[in-house]
């Protein structure tokens, strides 16, 4: 690599050899850093897979895997498949909210069966590092049922680098829906 331009920084045993731990997907090689006698706070660095840069991150193995973790963004696909499995999740139909002034809250009648819903993935969109789903009857989402549309359903919000769900609340569906969104 040296005679190309690349990086050969001296690896271990030789006197302060990077220790190299892991290789990524991409050919690059996770190495420790070793600094102070204590291995357990060595810093990481990774060489790329060309041997040409050596980035040090300020970060032990464990913290750099642990901002790894915390920051991997979701794809669209990964996110969709979090939003129907709330939507799918019984607790998550316990939605919890304040009626405003003059409001009637209606109950269901005994025997009510509720209607088969699915997410609308065709009518998500992301704000920020947040997808927004929204869902409705199947009647009306597969076969156009008028009748069928659902009041009051809050669309589902994916937070696309922690991965939790959430419904709206009805000042965000209001918002998004001033803005022409389709929810």
């Known amino acids: 690599m040296?005679?190309?331009?690349?990086?050969r920084p001296p690896y271990h045993p030789e006197p302060d050899g990077l220790v190299p731990?892991?290789?990524y997907d991409n050919g690059a090689v996770a190495c420790w850093i070793p600094v102070g006698a204590d291995p357990d706070r060595w810093p990481v660095g990774v060489v790329d897979n060309t041997f040409t840069t050596l980035t040090e991150h300020r970060l032990t193995a464990t913290g750099l895997l642990a901002q790894v973790w915390r920051t991997e963004p979701l794809s669209t696909a990964d996110a969709l498949a979090a939003a129907a499995a709330f939507l799918a999740a019984e607790e998550s139909q316990s939605v919890e909210f304040e009626p405003r002034p003059g409001w009637e809250v209606v109950e269901d009648p005994p025997g009510f069966e509720p209607e088969p819903v699915r997410?609308?993935?065709?009518?998500?969109?992301t704000v920020g590092r947040e997808l927004i789903v929204p869902w409705n009857s199947i009647a009306l989402l597969d076969h156009g049922d008028q009748e069928a549309e659902l009041g009051g359903n809050a669309s589902i919000s994916v937070d696309l680098d922690t991965h939790?769900?959430?419904?709206l609340?009805?000042?965000?569906?209001?918002?998004?829906?001033e803005r022409g969104l389709p929810l």
């Open 169 to 177: 609340d009805l000042m965000e569906e209001f918002a998004y829906r």
């Open 21 to 23: 731990f892991a290789t």
């Open 2 to 7: 040296s005679t190309r331009g690349g990086l």
């Open 164 to 167: 939790e769900c959430r419904y």
């Open 119 to 125: 997410i609308a993935p065709e009518h998500a969109f």
